[in-house]
């Protein structure tokens, strides 16, 4: 019983992170009919701010709460002075996210040396549950997580600026003629996502070491996500990220590591094969 609650946590940890990471990039292709390639290296920018606050001597926390902002700033500029020029060109959208994608990344492997860093936990310790302890820093991941999507759920379907941004989803070119500046719309939403990214980096940074290639390990799990839930909903991207998320972290111990990782993709793209819309089709 001990084993199954723990690993039961543990899953629940890993698929928590490939939420925030996947709701993110889940926004971005949803809204803007692209997907972001650069959004690993989002994560890094994440975890690198926690890594700069730890060695100023401020601390984790300060670079945790600064994590979101910053790399939304960063989204920003992004859109603002090259993405936005290609959105007409999804193909080559993705071509330009992957090389300011690899620059990021590269700057940053010069940055650390190529060495990994190791961050401490925030909040160190274990919780109690009656029959095993768990990590306090995974259940502060888990809570944030949940909080996350709670609150963009309220925020596209609540507020008006989430009605400005369904609506320009739903049909854009009666949005603009609605008054509605979709430019602005897309560097927001742009914005929003390049902070989930950030904040998903600066979460699971103390959880993995350091190192310019930590979005990589994400990334092409983010992107079966996105497929398998489907693009152009809320709820997509979470019950992909949920049904990825469960499969990386469960495979392995069922099977040895070395064939997890291939079998996750081999399932994820069956599923594809013969549900192409995804889990929840847009405009169901």
Same mark, same amino acid.
């Given at each position: 019983?001990?084993?199954?609650?723990?690993?039961? %946590?543990?899953?629940?940890? %890993?698929?928590?992170?490939? $939420?925030?990471?996947?709701?993110?990039?889940?926004?971005?292709? #949803?809204?803007?009919?692209?997907?972001?390639?650069?959004? &690993?290296?989002?994560?890094? @920018?994440?975890?690198?701010? $926690?890594? /700069?606050?730890?060695?100023?001597?401020?601390?984790?926390?300060?670079?945790?709460?600064?994590?979101? %902002?910053?790399? &939304?700033?960063? &989204?920003? /500029?992004?859109?603002?002075?090259?993405?936005? +020029?290609?959105?007409?060109? =999804?193909?080559?959208?993705?071509?330009?996210?992957?090389?300011?994608? @690899?620059?990021?990344?590269?700057?940053?492997?010069?940055?650390?040396?190529?060495?990994?860093?190791?961050?401490?936990?925030?909040?160190?310790?274990?919780?109690?549950?009656?029959?095993?302890?768990? #990590?306090?820093?995974?259940?502060?991941?888990?809570?944030?997580?949940?909080?996350?999507?709670?609150? #963009?759920?309220?925020?596209? #379907?609540?507020?008006?600026?989430?009605? +400005?941004?369904?609506?320009?989803?739903?049909?854009?070119?009666?949005? +603009? *003629?609605?008054?509605?500046?979709?430019?602005?719309?897309?560097?927001?939403?742009?914005?929003?996502?390049?902070? @989930?990214?950030?904040?998903?980096?600066?979460?699971?940074?103390?959880?993995?070491? @350091?190192? *310019?290639?930590?979005?990589?390990?994400? /990334?092409?799990?983010?992107?079966?996500?996105?497929?398998?839930? &489907?693009?152009?909903?809320?709820?997509? =991207?979470?019950?992909?990220?949920?049904?990825?998320?469960?499969?990386?972290?469960?495979?392995?111990?069922?099977?040895?590591?070395?064939? *997890?990782?291939?079998?996750?993709?081999?399932?994820?793209? *069956?599923?594809?094969?013969?549900? =192409?819309?995804? %889990?929840?089709?847009?405009?169901?």
């Amino acid at each position: 019983m001990e084993d199954a609650v723990k690993f039961a %946590f543990d899953m629940l940890a %890993f698929v928590s992170v490939m $939420v925030l990471i996947v709701l993110g990039l889940g926004v971005i292709a #949803s809204m803007m009919g692209i997907f972001n390639f650069a959004h &690993g290296e989002l994560v890094l @920018l994440g975890a690198y701010t $926690v890594y /700069l606050s730890s060695e100023a001597g401020w601390g984790t926390w300060p670079g945790l709460i600064a994590a979101p %902002f910053v790399v &939304g700033l960063v &989204g920003l /500029l992004l859109e603002r002075t090259i993405i936005r +020029r290609f959105y007409r060109a =999804p193909i080559i959208a993705m071509l330009g996210t992957y090389a300011i994608g @690899l620059i990021i990344r590269e700057i940053v492997r010069f940055l650390l040396g190529g060495h990994y860093k190791s961050i401490p936990e925030p909040i160190s310790g274990a919780i109690s549950l009656g029959v095993v302890d768990v #990590s306090a820093w995974r259940s502060f991941i888990i809570l944030t997580t949940m909080a996350v999507i709670g609150g #963009s759920w309220l925020l596209l #379907s609540r507020t008006a600026i989430g009605l +400005r941004v369904r609506g320009a989803l739903e049909n854009p070119a009666l949005a +603009r *003629a609605c008054g509605i500046s979709t430019g602005r719309l897309y560097a927001l939403t742009f914005t929003f996502g390049a902070a @989930l990214a950030g904040l998903a980096g600066a979460l699971i940074v103390p959880l993995y070491a @350091l190192s *310019a290639d930590i979005g990589i390990r994400f /990334l092409v799990q983010a992107f079966l996500s996105v497929m398998l839930g &489907g693009v152009g909903t809320f709820e997509g =991207p979470v019950l992909g990220a949920a049904a990825v998320g469960g499969l990386a972290a469960f495979l392995p111990w069922v099977v040895i590591p070395v064939l *997890a990782d291939p079998l996750v993709f081999i399932i994820s793209l *069956a599923i594809v094969r013969f549900r =192409p819309q995804g %889990f929840i089709a847009y405009g169901r």
